[in-house]
């Protein structure tokens, strides 16, 4: 980048948009950043600039960012809109400042040479409206990476034009102005209406259009361009005074470099000294000081800017103390530092018996936070015993599989040559254990449902510490799993099944 890149283009170094707001934001997002991320980014207002075509929009545009790298000329130059996103990158100590530019069309590519930024953004233009003058309201992305910037969006759009040439379309007035609308309807655009001083100020579309959509004129601010170029005998002093078309941000007037500076590449630096010389040698604007120049339009820019902030620092402040509050509970629910292995012992211990307390509690049915819901902890267990395991006993049949003459078979088996008076006892005991066997799968689904409702019980023991000790939980946890893994175990010796 050339030496205009830099943001000071004048001793005052507040020429550019934002840079008297950039230490106060810088400030607040080194507050509020270690704190939260998203909401250090302070969401400021988009800057859009309008008016007919040539008017100086993209001139305007150029001159308030300090940089050189919009396509500007006396044709029809910008024919997308161009979303100019500045970034603000917190300076690193590894960081040299430097800044550079990347497309929405191209991530990852970065322009160090703002000439080239020119260059690309009109092979983008060409490349989806043609090179003919087509006009397309598919914008170009442009981002802005710098320390020296704040973090906002500029929009700079087509101008109004009336009658078609080249490929534009017949409808192309009433395309370019809904594609303008667009951008100005959002609530938080700021619109820099741009209007030529060499043309009648009660016939500006850029007036009209702005106050179609910002009918208070609260967010409108009133660009006159090229008063160097009026015609001999007149001056801006009325359009700037408002008594033309009156505006309640009012106007500011200034000089931008003209299509001969353009062609002979002069810098944004020498272009606003030659502008504060033109309001120096014209004795009518040296009463309307505050009203003149690219430095005044900025000024006023970055009032609005700080208003703006001033007007988000209260929620923002809401809503730091409120996660202030949330924190201050919970560091409290961490209890006190605790250095001493006594100290440390005397609260495993006292965390522990909770547990166990908190355990009791559900198998008695004491706890606070009863569910209405469903059956949990001892309740449970009592259901399973009662109402499951004893339904399955009840559905065996004792007999299944075990007809009459199984059973005459095995007693004359048992009596071998003798007659049988009594049934005898070995043959009884066969029998049984085969229908007791039965029994088996009812009492190991008992034994799993006990023992699930048992797991859940230990998870959903909770003593406030946990929170503290996240490791001790889980460890705490693998024991009971442990524990009662244990307990079941010999409970389903004679099954297959492992728990
Ligand atoms: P846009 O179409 O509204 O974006 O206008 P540009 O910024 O492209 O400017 C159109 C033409 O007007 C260019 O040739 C500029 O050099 C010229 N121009 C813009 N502002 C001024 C000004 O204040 N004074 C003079 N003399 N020429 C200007
Ligand atoms: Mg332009």
Known sequence: MGEESSPCVNSTCCTTIGSSVIPTINRLQDILTP?????????LPQVAVVGSQSSGKSSVLEA?????FLPRGCDICTRRPLALMLENRPRKPDDDGKEWAEFRHLPGKRFYDFTKVRREILAETDREAGRNKGVSENQIGLKISSPNVLNMTLIDLPGITKVPVGDQPTDIETRIRKMIMDYIRQENCIILAVSPANSDLATSDALQMARDVDPT?????????????MDRGTNGCNFLLGKVVPLRLGYVGVV??????????????????YEEQFFCDHPEYNGLSDRCGIPQLAKKLNQILEQHVRIVLPSLKAELNSRLTAVA????????????????????LSILARYCEAFSTMVDGKSQEMSTKELSGGARIHYIFQSIFVKTLEEVDPCQ???????????????????????PE??????VRKQIALLLDPCLQCLRFVY??????????????????????????????????DGVRPAGENDRKSY
């Open 35 to 43: 704190v939260s991320g998203e909401l250090s980014k302070i969401s």
């Open 64 to 68: 308030l960012v300090g940089r050189d």
């Open 217 to 229: 004129g609260t967010r409108t601010i009133g660009v006159i361009t090229k008063l160097d170029i």
């Open 256 to 273: 931008n470099r003209c299509q001969e500076d353009i062609n002979k590449n002069r810098s944004i630096r020498d272009a606003l000294a």
């Open 329 to 348: 509970k919970e560091l409290q629910k961490y209890g006190q530092v605790v250095e001493s292995k006594a100290e440390q012992e005397a609260i495993l």
């Open 401 to 423: 599989d075990l007809s009459d003459e199984d059973i005459w078979m095995a007693i004359q088996n048992a009596t071998g040559l003798r007659n049988a008076l009594f049934v």
């Open 426 to 431: 070995v043959p009884f005991e066969v029998l």
């Open 452 to 485: 699930d409702e048992l797991i859940k019980m230990s998870r959903a023991c909770e003593v406030t510490e946990f929170q503290r000790f996240p490791i001790l939980r889980r460890r705490l946890d693998d024991v009971m799993g442990k524990f009662l893994r």
